[in-house]
């Protein structure tokens, strides 16, 4: 049977957004090729595991592994997958180095309906969409005998305080036009002001910039709770800095902030 490999990062809340998109689409394509998901999360943090767990079955996974130092390079030897999904993020490329066959293409995924038999067998994934399963079934997990020997993120210890919880803001240029600031006021967002960027240590940043400038580097530092999602507009391209992000938004700004009114999304501004 041919398998599917999908690396999920642990977040505050849940998975990263990246990883549920990746899940999604490997069971579009598991499901016209006949393919196993097989989610990939590395470490053994006991009953924490539930939330990996939780994600990884509503999105799509037949199988989760929670593996060792080795991270996923031992399951691509043994099962040979079409194709392994990690997030554009930091960590999801540092564990793409380890596999055969690269190097890592990114795919910007901002719609579910791509053209995915073009894939490369490595394929990292931005984030630029919800994920649109949301299966009711829950998997067992299996653990690699050597899961007990990563380190695990500190945050892993706080886990009963309320990551994600805080305010929605905003930072863009001076030009963005009057509508834009009102429909982001609508949605209960303020605006950030540049001395408070430093200290993102909770609730959502929308961060508006040209496509060439990208992320400021100080948004890495934020807190493990703290999410930012990005609106690099219409013409944008990949850049470096995209793997800060937890959602790159396409299209105009107009456009991108109106979509977030749907009620699919508030559980994600919230």
Not at 178 to 187: D, E, F, V
Request: charged share 20%; glycine share 8%; aromatic share 8%.
């Amino acid at each position: 049977m041919a398998h599917i490999l999908v690396y999920a990062q642990r977040t505050p809340q849940g998975i990263h957004p990246a990883s549920a998109a990746a899940l999604c689409l490997a069971r579009d394509i598991a499901s016209d090729r006949g393919a196993t998901i097989t989610a990939v999360c590395p470490g053994d943090s006991g009953r924490a595991d539930q939330f990996v767990i939780g994600a990884v079955s509503r999105y799509g996974a037949d199988l989760l592994t929670f593996c060792g130092p080795a991270g996923m390079r031992p399951l691509q030897e043994r099962l040979r997958p079409l194709v392994c999904f990690v997030p554009h993020t930091e960590e999801g490329l540092l564990a793409a180095e380890t596999l055969a066959g690269g190097p890592t293409e990114t795919t910007w995924l901002h719609d579910p309906a791509i053209e995915w038999d073009n894939l490369a067998a490595v394929t990292s994934i931005a984030a630029g969409t919800l994920p649109w399963y949301e299966l009711p079934t829950i998997i067992d997990a299996e653990y690699e005998n050597e899961a007990s020997l990563v380190d695990l993120p500190a945050w892993l210890a706080r886990l009963d305080a309320q990551f994600g919880r805080g305010p929605l803001r905003y930072f863009a240029p001076h030009d963005l036009d009057a509508s834009t600031r009102a429909s982001l006021a609508s949605l209960g967002a303020r605006v950030a002001p540049a001395e408070s960027l430093e200290k993102h240590d909770s609730g959502t940043l929308l961060w508006f910039s040209d496509a060439s400038s990208g992320l400021p580097e100080l948004l890495r530092n934020r807190g493990p709770g703290a999410r930012v999602m990005y609106f690099p507009g219409a013409e944008a391209q990949l850049h470096p800095s995209w793997t800060a992000a937890d959602w790159i938004v396409p299209g105009e700004w107009p456009d991108a902030v109106k979509q977030l009114h749907s009620d699919l999304w508030k559980p994600a501004l919230a």
